[in-house]
Every structure is written in structure tokens, then in C-alpha cells.
């Protein structure tokens, strides 16, 4: 793999609805992998609070998702300072919903639990400035309200 693997900060966050917990528009010529995240929730604790929510990774959408996100900047993890050339918004409230998409990883998080993924990097979820954009998704509303929080860890080749 060559490039440069950045950080990206999901901010604790109260979520009752679907949600693109993190969404990435790659630049022009520099494709970007998910290459792990690890997402986890802090307001329910105990038997009788767990649930089982689906995760996804879907790329494709040619409109962004919106309302309540932020757009944290990706922090290189090898301390060169490197800028990233892709976009990143956290925590949208309305979710990406236009354009060809396709669900690449759908999993489940026993919310008593981090959900930790590390995939091979031939199963990394790839996309390209073509694709648009690429989201991690809780396509279900909880519950009840949960603080989420997390790191989403992203190479963009060179």
C-alpha cells in the first residue's frame, strides 16, 4: 500500500436516527481505503440496553448527507504533516440518499461493545474521486438515544 494513513475524530454525539457516521470524498487521482475504525457508544450500559445495530460501508452517493455533522480535518498518523487531498464530514444526521450506490461491508455492532474493524487490505472498502463519495453508515435508529463516538482510519494512495 503506498500512501499516507490519517485519522478521522467521530465527536461523542447523541444519535436517535440513521446516521453516516463518517463520509469521504476522495480528490482527483487519489483513491482512498477504510482501512479500520473503531466506533463506540457510551450512555447505555448493561443487559437489559443491548442492542444489535447493522454498520455499513456504502459508496456511490453524489450528494453529501447533512444536518448536525462537522468536517473534522484528517490527521496524518506519521507526524509529517501531510495534508490530506480528501474531504471528510462526521456525524450527519441526513444521510447520503442520491445516486448509484453500492453497500461494500454491512456488519453488526453489539452496542455493549466497541465495534472494531480491521480488514485485510485486499477487503479494504476502496473508493475514487468517481465514486464521489464513501460513507460508514448506522443505516438503523437506536433504540433510544446513545453518545457515539469513534476514529475512522483512511489511506489515500499517492
Known amino acids: 500500500m503506498n500512501g499516507k494513513i490519517y485519522s478521522i475524530i467521530l465527536p461523542a454525539t447523541a444519535v436517535t436516527t440513521a ?50 455533522g462537522t468536517a473534522p480535518t484528517p490527521r496524518d498518523i506519521n507526524r509529517t504533516g501531510a495534508t490530506a487531498g480528501f474531504t471528510v464530514e462526521v456525524m450527519n444526521t441526513t444521510v447520503a440518499n442520491t445516486g448509484t450506490s453500492h453497500t461494500l461491508y454491512e456488519g453488526g455492532w453489539n452496542i455493549r461493545m466497541s465495534h472494531v474493524y480491521w480488514p485485510d487490505e485486499q477487503l479494504m472498502p476502496q473508493a475514487s474521486q468517481a465514486d464521489v463519495t464513501m460513507v460508514v453508515r448506522l443505516p438503523s435508529a437506536p433504540a433510544d438515544s446513545l453518545t457515539i463516538r469513534g476514529t475512522v482510519y483512511v489511506l489515500e494512495e499517492a
Do not use: K, N
Not at 479500520?36 to 453529501?64: K, N
Open 19 to 68: 446516521i453516516d457516521l463518517c463520509e469521504i470524498q476522495p480528490a482527483d487521482d487519489r483513491p482512498c481505503r477504510i482501512v479500520g475504525w473503531e466506533i463506540l457508544q457510551t450512555t447505555d450500559v448493561g443487559d437489559a440496553a443491548e442492542e444489535i445495530l447493522p454498520i455499513q460501508v456504502i459508496r456511490g452517493f453524489t450528494t453529501s448527507g447533512s444536518v448536525g
